[in-house]
């Protein structure tokens, strides 16, 4: 036997809550095979067996907490069952091998992966050879008995009535209509994340002097360039072009321009930072979460793109770790993705700025004294007033602007 214990996420994560179990007791695991699922206040993080063996007990439910350290689940070590045991008789000068007979089948013997095979074919376990150790009853042993029988759920029979108790002759049954008017309220625990969030996010605004101004930017030379040169790209690099790695240049033209941005309160003093660590707001099976791309500055389009996809995969598998979301000096959010057409983003402390990216809308502007259909994008930039002036966030935004709406300058640095 050995214990799978919750294991250190950090210096500053003590508790976890189990997501979801991906095995339960009775079923057999191979060594490094995930088991569980685990959020803490950060990320997601699936956690493995060191050894193989067999999944005897639970110790920590789905959605209930544990500390660093507590035991989560018991494992027996042994080897995995191959199908019903079999005993070799041997006779060599006369001797005859002792045959072991498994232990009589009480429930304590049978896994409850086993009895719920049993119970969905209707098969009684006295039928079956345990295979587990300690002559434990398996699901495998189970399984194993349906394919050699080649029985299906549908081929099991009721039990048939003996002649002392006749069958009885079938009662209606009348279903009452459920009640539209019942009005039902679910408690459900909030997870990790969604913890950290929620504190974040009141920590922001009772800390911070936010403040949200708001531009426009003309998509369509972007657009332009992206089918121009989409399929030299995706040949080249192996990676799609997307806006992301436009807007995610064009934000650190801004912030090199605009450095207060990029800085950050630490007690009565301004840290103002020369890299440019962009968190892209992703989201994930779990919620919404901001991994980050490091010295963006120092990054091609593909590179930028490459990352993205990496962490939008690990999000999506809820494997994104926590130092995946340390540090980070902005971030970009984009809504526009679920038809967001205007939105105020709220700050990542202690970053001092966040920019929102929202959906793309054919919208008749006046361009040279005509009026002309064009892809627009509302932009939203909401920024710590402590340390950022209104006429730094107008210029970071026209910055913004300028560079998307002439993309060449992104390349030549003008």
Known sequence: MFEIK???FGESIQE???????KQPGDWIEKDEDIVELESEKASQALSSERAGILQQIKVADGEFAQVGDILCVIEEGEK????????AAAAGGSTAVVAHPPAKTTEWIMPAAERVLSEYQISADAITPTGPGGRLLKEDVLNYVRTKGL???????????????????QPVTVSAPD????????????MIRRTISKRLVEAQQTAALLTTFNEIDMLPVKELRSKYKDAFLKKHGVKLGFMSFFAKAVVEGLKRYPAINSEVRGDRVIVKNYHDIGIAIGGGKGLVVPILRNVENMSFAVVERKIGEFAALAQANKIVPDDLKGGTFTISNGGVYGSLLSTPIVNPPQSGILGLHTIQERPIALNGEVVIRPMMYVALTYDHRIVDGKEAVGFLKTIKEVLEEPARLFLEV
Not at 16 to 22: E, I, K, T
Not at 81 to 88: E, Q
Not at 152 to 170: E, G, R, Y
């Open 180 to 191: 539209t008017n019942e009005r039902i309220e679910k408690s459900v625990p909030m997870s």
């Open 6 to 8: 919750v294991p250190e």
């Open 16 to 22: 976890v809550q189990v997501a979801a179990w991906l």
């Open 81 to 88: 069952p191959t199908g019903a045991a079999s005993a070799a």
């Open 152 to 170: 299906k759920p549908t081929d099991a029979q009721p039990a048939q009535p003996t002649s002392a108790s006749p069958p009885s002759k079938p």
